[in-house]
């Protein structure tokens, strides 16, 4: 009689299992959410950065004058070597890993913004000095998004070489034509690389998602 | 107040002393501490010091001293001389905001001479600000507010505070008139993180909410959507479009929307469901609306995931549904002009124009047509709303149909009286009387009414049937009666219904029904019922309708038909349970554990294992998991058998052992084709002496065991026999069998035996052990082995099924074994003579003896 009730407690046992799995705190994870989140919210960010600047941008341009803002302009890129190239070749791209992918966009940024800042200080009218102060702000939220993915991803951030620092020197040799065309060519750098990052924050975002469910699965396999 | 007033009055001049004049004039003394704030509800001590000159001119010391309060003196016994120059006074409670407290000295002739005075201020610290939120109105700053939390009667102020991971804000600090808000300075950048607290400070304290970390895109308010328009369909009345634009914000985040519509005047607002408008768009198709109806909309957004704030209400618009056809027919009325001439007369049709919502648009006109008896219609198209027309004096049936720009109304159909039209009226037969009021803009709804000059029986009675018939009930139900048979109004029913032998029962049914149950039969019994209709003046009854009540109710067989086959398959499932759990025990009395011989081995097979009583457990079915036990096991049962002469038996199995290998292969191949290799192999190596480990084994156990030990001699046989249930339940018969084979009678009691034990695998072993101790034992007893063997195989067969399924083992395991010596082949060829033979089971054991060589012996 003992055998019986010991295989009916066991039955209760299993059927108490059973009931008791989705309760199982493997299978409901909800502790720390990794990555993905602020790959998410970087990405976001970037987008509405790229949407920010294009008005911005048109602002800047009608402010420079003609013909900076005529559609079909696109001078030579001159002088603007000291910015970072957001065009880079497509297989380059993808093989380019996550380490390096963050680390650009975050050194590029950082570049850009200090330049951005230069342009702050010139432009003329209080409302474009206002906007783009905002811009600038905004960039510098996307600078500290940046970071805190690669904090999160365990990477270190780059550190800015001695020397290497960029500085807005409006040269003397510069023309006020040739500044104008600096700028023209930051705000156009700065689109690219707007672009791009919403690509690279896209790739992260799906590459950062199939691990996430694999996760998730094993931990279930494990609970069971 | 008067005392305030003094008071003001006298503290105006002590600051006057004090503040302007202080230089010219040396105050007395002073208090400390000059200016103090004091948590309300707490203590506080205040200490007056007089200057030595003063003390000196007035010729008073600290003893001296008087403290006044708002114009009241304080007892002394608050007060605290220190020295001679100082005495502290001590407040407990302080409940006042703003007090003055006087220091003043009692000089000559008890005059009081005020020395200093301060304004004790008190309040409360600040609470920690609770509730603090934020909102991003759409194209402005970030404001956040907050609960302050209890009033604190002194002069706080807010900061908020605000800091990116990275970086920080400017503090945000409280204007005096807002002090529950702030608005940053910044625009707030979204899809960054931020952390903001508030910190509240006065001369109390100061403390620090909680923080708060959230995305300002979470925070946003849009702005309404605006340029809310809307349009009808001429395809449907029923829909209106509305089309908007969308807030900046859609080009940042995703949205949702809330519509609201009323009709025009209504006040209530109607909602369109929210899941319909959860995505971000810039327009909606609202349905279900009226036609021709003007109705207002409005609309607002919000982030789609519901975080945030919903904007504020757009400007509401405004939209009328496209026509419908109208929905109802005018009703209409005629007026005949009494003055008529020629066989003509005047009549006048007259209508009241639809309500709104019943001409679903613009009435552009009205269709009237006449149509005499049995004659061509006339048809006519009106826009006002009466017409006169000349009709002769024959009956007219008129229509009116009201037209708008989708179509027309159904008609509605007045029958306009011949002119010479006189009532009369017959009996039974009924009447309805229709009066229709008219007013003087038309006529109004009309009313009608039944009735009967004189009411007759019903000329027939209503037919009766069964619409469902129950183990005990019978639903019955049957068609109102036609009005030309009804002859009057049907009042109620009678329904008669009996059984073939029974009393009729009656039931009265109220006319309005056509349907009743009758419960309380009998089942499975045939029911007459018939029905009589009644009016006022009598009744008729129906035709006659037949049932039989059914056995069973419907679904009874079912509900005791699966009980049983629940409780069956229950009962069963215990059962396997038990047997389930009981295995063992029931193994162990019709399905023993037997060892197999295949699996057994030597090394325990030793004179001082102790005898095997349980054969049943599995551990030792598991240890004997040698193959060479198997031949031993015959060998000993030789041993046991030959233990009246000793020797005698060595020599016999010495002559033997050319023979032995077939001896053993027997035993193997009885058992299993591959467990023989061993025997085989010693019995080639080595005729004489058997140097083969089993061989040896096996014949120091014979002796050891039999000279120390008969009873144990016994015992080893059992368990070379392998035979668990002989172990315990047959040894001594195995005993007395073992000595009438000796004796060679005993046939009877060995076939109880086996009967016995015949649902066991084991039993040929255990025959061919006997059988091979018999062969053993006096060789030229052959023929009584061969009468056993006959009796043995016709047991045997009775449960040849087990000794199949070995064959079938034996065969298998052979078909993998190596056995490529001679012998081993030769075993092959055996047992595959033994598969093929049909009595196989039974001469599994007979072929042992063949096998063994004894035969040809």
Known sequence: ?224 | MSVLQSWLVQALFIFLITGSIGELIDPCGHISPESPVVQLGSNFTAVCVLKEDCMDYYHVNANFIVWKISHFTIPKEQYTIINKTAASVTLTDVASLNTQLICNILTFGQLEQNVYGITLISGLPPEKPKNLNCIVNEGRKMKCYWDPGRETYLETNFTLKSEWATEKFADCKTKRDTPTSCTVDYSPVYFVNMEVWVEAENALGKVTSDHINFDPVDKVKPNAPHNLSVSNSEELSSILKLTWINSNMKNVIRLKYDIQYRTKGASTWSQIPPEDTASTRSSFTVQDLKPFTEYVFRIRCMKEDGKGFWSDWSEEASGITYEDRPSKAPSFWYKIDPSHTHGYRSVQLMWKTLPPFEANGKILGYEVTLTRWKSRLQNYTVNDSKLTVNLTNDRYIATLTARNAVGRSDASVLTIPACDFQGYLAESKCYLITVTPVYADGPGSPESVKAYLKQAPPSKGPTVRTKKVGKNEAVLEWDQLPVDVQNGFIRNYTIFYRTNIGNETAVNVDSSHTEYTLSSLTSDTLYMVRMAAYTDEGGKDGPEFTFTTPKFAQGEIEAIVVPVCLAFLLTTLLGVLFCFNKRDLIKKHIWPNVPDPSKSHIAQWSPHTPPRHNFNSKDQMYSDGNFTDVSVVEIEANDKKAFPEDLKTLELFKKEKVSTEGHSSGIGGSSCMSSSRPSISSSDENESAQNTSSTVQYSTVVHSGYRHQVPSVQVFSRSESTQPLLDSEERPEDLQLVDNVDGSDGILPRQQYFKQNCSQHETSQDISHFERSNQVSSVNEEDFVRLKQQQISGISQSCGSGQMKMFQEVSAADAFGPGTEGQGERFKTAGMEAVLDEGMPKSYLPQTVRQGGYMPQ
């Open chain 1, 1 to 224: 009689m003992d055998m019986s009730w010991d295989s009916w407690g066991m039955l209760a046992c299993l059927c108490t299992v059973l009931w008791h799995l989705p309760a199982v705190p493997a299978l409901n994870r909800t502790g720390d959410p990794g990555p993905g989140p602020s790959i998410q919210k970087t990405y976001d960010l970037t987008r509405y950065l790229e949407h920010q600047l294009r008005s911005l941008a048109g602002t800047y341009l009608n402010y420079l004058g003609p013909p900076f803002n005529e559609p079909d302009f696109n001078p030579p890129r001159l002088g603007a070597d000291t910015l970072p190239r957001a065009t880079v070749n497509l297989e380059v791209w993808r093989s380019l890993n996550d380490k390096l992918r963050l680390t650009q966009n975050y050194e590029a940024y950082s570049h850009l913004l200090c330049y951005l800042r230069g342009l702050n200080r010139q432009a003329a009218t209080a409302e474009l000095r206002r906007s783009l102060a905002h811009f600038c702000t905004s960039l510098q939220g996307l600078l500290g998004s940046i970071a805190g993915v690669m904090a999160t991803l365990g990477y270190p951030l780059p550190q800015p070489l001695p020397g290497t620092e960029p500085t807005w020197t409006p040269g003397p040799a510069h023309s006020d034509f040739l500044q104008k065309m600096d700028d023209f060519w930051l705000l156009k750098e700065l689109q690219t690389w707007l672009w791009r990052s919403a690509k690279d924050f896209n790739r992260l975002k799906k590459k950062m998602q199939p691990p996430a469910a694999a996760v998730t699965l094993h931990l279930e396999a494990h609970g069971f």
